[in-house]
Each structure stands twice: as C-alpha cells, then as structure tokens.
C-alpha cells in the first residue's frame, strides 16, 4: 500500500521558541486506491502523521506543540496526487 514517505521540515528560524510547518507526501503502490475509495480501503493519511509521523519527529527534538502545520498529500503509483490538503 504505502511504497514510501518523504517529508520536508520549514523551521522559522526562532532558536528561542521554534515553530514547523511540515509537507507530508504518501507515494502508493497501488493504483486501486482512490481518492474516493481510500479510507475503505484503511489508507488514512492523518492516522499516520499521528501514529507514525509525530514520534519520529520527536526523535529529531520536535514537538508537538512546535508544529503550526501538517501539508499531506498521496500520489498513486504513477505519480498522480490523488489527495492533498492543498486542495
């Protein structure tokens, strides 16, 4: 289902009191999946920032508290973006 995740990390730049915007992208191996189908099909992008993504950022010295932005967006298998909060 999820072939990979990549994510790029925007820091403000405050040392004091940072802040975070993330850019999440979901890239699929499997072109069945849709945006309309994929929550049937268990593909919840946002269980996986919480479940997944939250404690490896944490790892890396981010909080929760820090991170004024979470941008996800799921491309199928052949790169088309079949999801994307910027919609």
């Known amino acids: 289902m999820v072939d990979k995740i990549t994510t790029e990390v925007e820091w403000d730049g405050d040392v004091e009191i940072p802040f975070y915007e993330i850019d999440l992208n979901i890239y699929l191996n499997d072109n069945r999946i849709t945006r309309e189908n ?3 099909r268990r593909l919840d992008p946002h269980y996986l920032v919480d479940k ?6 944490k790892l890396v010295g981010i909080n ?3 991170i004024t932005q979470v941008y996800i967006t799921v491309y199928n298998s052949d790169g088309k973006k079949i999801y994307g909060d910027y919609d």
Do not use: F, I, T, V
């Open 38 to 40: 994929m929550y049937d």
């Open 52 to 57: 997944y993504m939250m404690r490896e950022l």
């Open 64 to 66: 929760k508290g820090e």
